[in-house]
C-alpha cells in the first residue's frame, strides 16, 4: 500500500516549491502526469487541464489536453513556455495541481482565502522504475485519458475504463503495438507526414488509435482517412473528430473499391470479408504503401476449387477440416504473393481467441532492396497445383496491373 499523502514540512511559498518540484521531475525525467483542476476564471465548460512531457518532431514539449464538458483541445508548448503557462495558472486559473512522477506525487492545494498548502507521498509502486523483468507493469501503447477514448465510450468522462470496453481496449493496444514496430521498421523519413487508409473502419476505435498515436504520441504530420460503407458511422466519427480538434482525420463513405487515396503509406484492413481482403491487399500494393496490415475472414472463394490430394484425402473428407484447410491456403498463398511483391510478411494471432474469434493478422512491411520473385512464385504455382486451385483473386488483380511477374 502506498503511503497516505503527508503534508511537507512548513515552507515560506509552497507554489515556489511545488514548481521546482516540477522543474526538477522534467529535468530529470520523472515526470509522469500533471493535472490541474478546480479551474476558476472565465471558462465555466473547462474542467481540467493534463499536461504530458513528449516528443514532436524530434523536440522536446509538454503537450496540454484541455478538458471541457463536450470536447477537447490539444496543445503543444515548448518546456520553458509551457512551464511558465503552468506558473500563470496557479492560482488564477486553478485551485489544485497534481504532479505524479515516478518517485512521489505532490499536490498542491489552494483555499478560498489562497492560503496554499502542498501535500507529499510516495509513489505507487507502479509508477517506480522496474528493476526486474517481472516486475515491470505491462507497456500500454495508449494512455487511458487520451481523449478520443471518451468520445468513443472506450473511458468514462473521467478517464476510467468502461468495463464493458475492457476487451476492445485490450484490442486498440495490441493493434498500436503491432503498428509502432512496424512503423520503426518500415523507416519513414523522419518529417515526412504519414498517410493512412483504414477500410472498413467501424466506429472508428483503430482509426482514432492510428492518428493520436502518430500525432500525439510521435508528434508526426498525419492525413488519416476511414473509408466505412455505414455513413450513419462516417457521420459519428466525423463529427467526433471535430469536436476532439483531430485535425488531419477524416472519414469517407465508401469501400476499397470505391475510395482509393492518391497516395498511402499506410492501408489497413481488418475484417475484410472474403476477396474484400485481396481488393485491399492490392490497394496497398498499388500504391506502393511502405505498410499493409489486413485481418482476414470469411474466406470462400478457393474451398469450391479445392480437391482433396493424398495423402490428405481421409482428413479432409470432414468438412470442417478442408475449410480450415480453405483458410490456411488462402492467407498463405496472400502472404506468398505480398513476398513476390517486395514485402517482408508475417501471419500471426493478432490478440487471444477470448477476445474474438477474427483474430489473424497479415502484417507485411516493405522492403528497401529488389527482391527476387522467382522462388515465392515457384512455390504459389506448386500450392496451386497441389490443391487443384484456379484462381486466386488477388494474383488476378495484381496480374492485370502487370505487378506480379
Known amino acids: 500500500m502506498p503511503a497516505a499523502p503527508a503534508s511537507t514540512p512548513p515552507v515560506d ?11 526538477a521531475a522534467l529535468e530529470q525525467g520523472r515526470w509522469v502526469k500533471l493535472v490541474l483542476a478546480r479551474p476558476l476564471g472565465a471558462e465555466p465548460e473547462l474542467e481540467r487541464v493534463s499536461v504530458k512531457p513528449l516528443t514532436v518532431k524530434g523536440q522536446p514539449r509538454l503537450g496540454f489536453v484541455l478538458r471541457y464538458r463536450t470536447r477537447d483541445i490539444t496543445r503543444h508548448y515548448s518546456l520553458q513556455e509551457g512551464l511558465v503557462e503552468i506558473a500563470n495558472a496557479l492560482p488564477e486559473r486553478f485551485r489544485n495541481a497534481h504532479l505524479q512522477t515516478t518517485e512521489e506525487t505532490l499536490q498542491l492545494e489552494f483555499g478560498k482565502k489562497g492560503k496554499a498548502r502542498l501535500h507529499r507521498a510516495r ?12 516486475d515491470r507493469a505491462k507497456q500500454r501503447w495508449l494512455e487511458l485519458d487520451r481523449p478520443f477514448l471518451t468520445a468513443l465510450g472506450v473511458t468514462d468522462r473521467h ?19 503491432v503498428f509502432a514496430h512496424a512503423f520503426g521498421q518500415a523507416g519513414f523519413a523522419e518529417h515526412a507526414p504519414v498517410t493512412v ?12 488509435a492510428i492518428h493520436d498515436y502518430l500525432s500525439h504520441g510521435l508528434g508526426r504530420e498525419a492525413q488519416v482517412t476511414g473509408v466505412e460503407l455505414r455513413q450513419d458511422m462516417v457521420e459519428l466519427c466525423n463529427q467526433a473528430a471535430t469536436g476532439l480538434d483531430h485535425p488531419g482525420l477524416t472519414f469517407q463513405q465508401g469501400d476499397v473499391r470505391s475510395v482509393v487515396p492518391a497516395r498511402i503509406d499506410v492501408m489497413i484492413a481488418l475484417h475484410a470479408c472474403d476477396v474484400a481482403t485481396d481488393y485491399a491487399l492490392h490497394t496497398g500494393i498499388r500504391s506502393q504503401a511502405a505498410i499493409i496490415m489486413c485481418s482476414p475472414c470469411c474466406h470462400k472463394q478457393l474451398r469450391p476449387q479445392m480437391s482433396s490430394p493424398e495423402p490428405l484425402g481421409p482428413m479432409l473428407q470432414f468438412g470442417l477440416h478442408m475449410g480450415q484447410q480453405a483458410e490456411m491456403l488462402t492467407d498463405s498463398l496472400r502472404a506468398l504473393y505480398l513476398e513476390a511483391c517486395g514485402y517482408e510478411t508475417k501471419v500471426f494471432e493478432f490478440v487471444s481467441l477470448e477476445h474474438t474469434s477474427k483474430n489473424k493478422m497479415i502484417l507485411a512491411v516493405r522492403r528497401g532492396a529488389a527482391v527476387d520473385s522467382a522462388p515465392r512464385l515457384a512455390r504459389i504455382a506448386q500450392l496451386k497445383s497441389f490443391y487443384g486451385v484456379r484462381e486466386h ?6 496480374q492485370s496491373d502487370g505487378l506480379l511477374g
Open 123 to 134: 509513489a505507487p509502486a507502479s509508477t517506480a522504475p522496474a528493476t526486474d523483468a517481472h
Open 159 to 177: 478517464g476510467a475504463l468502461v468495463p464493458a470496453m475492457a476487451r476492445k481496449w485490450k484490442q486498440i493496444n495490441k493493434f498500436v503495438e
Open 13 to 23: 511559498d509552497p507554489r515556489s516549491a511545488f514548481l521546482q518540484h516540477l522543474r
Open 197 to 208: 487508409a483504414d477500410f472498413g473502419s467501424g466506429k472508428g476505435y483503430l482509426t482514432f
Open 393 to 398: 483473386c488477388l494474383e488476378s488483380l495484381l
